[in-house]
């Protein structure tokens, strides 16, 4: 049995910073402040341009208020020493 198609959720590909590895100041500056207000590390390939992007979104008024985000760390933070 097939299931019916979803309309719950999206991709966006706004805030890939110029493609995969790509990053600039103003992701680094997040993911400095992220980590440092929440211990949760972020690198800059997946996790860090993810919940920029989340933030951004919710800045934009992307999300009803009370509306339930989910956000998967994937870990990946090797691509931290980089």
Do not use: C, V
């Not at 198609?5 to 790509?22: C, E, M, S, T, V």
């Not at 949760?40 to 008024?61: F, N, R, S």
């Amino acid at each position: 049995m097939l299931s019916q198609p979803r309309n719950n959720w999206q991709i966006n590909l706004d805030y890939h910073f110029g493609g995969f590895a790509k990053t600039n100041s103003a992701l680094h500056a997040f993911i400095e402040d992220f980590e440092l207000n929440t211990t949760i590390p972020l690198e800059p390939i997946y996790t860090g341009k993810m919940m920029y992007a989340i933030y951004e979104l919710i800045k934009k008024h992307n999300f009803k208020s009370g509306q339930r985000i989910i956000a998967l760390h994937t870990g990946g933070l090797q691509g931290k020493r980089g």
